[in-house]
């Protein structure tokens, strides 16, 4: 129902990226998910009241 937290999975990828030697890529994605912790816009589970997809949306919105 929308409630999955998905920061790990973007995290993951981030740790892909650092291994794939694409370092900057790597840092923006991890930077971009800090900072959405940081601000609040979370699913429940980290307190916040957004969906997974909602997650997803900012996440992109900030590596725009």
């Given at each position: 129902t ?13 740790m892909m990226?650092d291994h ?23 699913t ?13 949306d900012?996440?992109?919105?900030r590596?725009?």
């Open positions: 929308g409630q999955a937290n998905p920061m790990a999975a973007v995290l993951s990828a981030a990226l794939l030697g694409c370092q900057p890529a790597a840092q923006a994605v991890e930077q971009a998910v800090m900072a959405q912790i940081a601000q609040g816009d979370v429940p589970d980290l307190g916040g009241n957004l969906s997974c997809a909602d997650v997803g900012r996440l992109v919105a590596l725009a």
